[in-house]
């Protein structure tokens, strides 16, 4: 077994990396129970990932633990509560950045591919070593963007730094948490508006939800929960064409509604305003 | 308003999005050209040395020389137009 390896990754701290991550990594064991997925946090000191899958109080080791040869690969994984196939390794809390470098990094990531089909890097925010030693071993980059200048410009930095690799990576283009009815009013850029300043392939588009939030709070990633919401069902529609599905954008704009539909809604709503 | 204006209705007023496209192309486009270390004083040097290069070849209209970056969607580029008067070392 060879499996792939795949970073999160923004520049820009805060625009849902973790949560990225934690959605598109649920969506992905649980569309396909065959698939073993291992889900690395790379935000030594800012541990987080464990969080939303409610797995904080399991860790008993960590991923310096096992750079350091205090405990097995085995020892430190810790398996998620819903999906057997799905492990997480958690990051150290007490140490920082510097406590790996990325030669470290590519052998445990080597070991972890015989084990593996697929290992998800949750990269911590910024340029500095946390981003070189999870970059080290990934063979394609997810890049999480908002629809914001600050983010979007960060985002064009991480792309240049990745570029210079001397190992080609894959990007591909995440856009969190679109907002849209400001798209809609010219207040936020568009999709199109951001491809065009990053030029590189979208992945797919997240809709800004309150229901992130909430899931966070009960330890479920939103992906898992199959109802028609927007965000989670944006994420299992990512973890789709990661696998090589080929699925149209969703309809976040509520553009390919039936125009008579929307006539019959409006009439329904002045009905009940009335 | 002429009447065209008046069918038109009044011109459009730039919304905050393209605002912040504009600012972000324009950031971004020096952002990259920080990183590329291509201060104005190095493409003045750079320009200098290609310059010397060329004239080993051709004689050139020194004064003609124009050296920018242009940019497109995925890259910026280096962009050298030198007129050329002559190849050097041939008769005429």
Redesign the interface.
Known sequence: MVGKTILFTSGKGGVGKTTCTANIAAALAAQDHTMNICMIDMDIGLRNLDIQFGLENRIVYNLVDVVEGTCKIKQALVRDKRLPNLCLLPSAQTRDKSAVNPEQMIELIDELRTQFDLILIDCPAGIEQGFHNSAAAADEAIIITLA??SA??DA??II?ILESYPRKINCWLVINRLNPGM?K??????VD?VI??L?IRLLGVVPEDKRIIIATNKGEPLSLNNENDWAGQAFRNIAKRLTGEELPLMDIFGENQNIFLKQLKKLKALIKFK | MGLLGWLTGPPKEE????E??K???L??FH??ME?MELSPDRLEALKQDLMDVIAKYFEINTTGTECTLEQD??EVAFVANIPVKRLKGSKN
Do not use: H, P, W
Not at chain 1, 185 to 190: C, E
């Open positions: 914001e200048m979007v410009r064009d930095r240049g798209v009013t010219n207040d936020m850029m568009g508006d065009e300043i030029g | 919304t905050s999005k393209d912040a496209k600012r972000l192309q950031t971004i952002d990259r990183i969607e995925k």
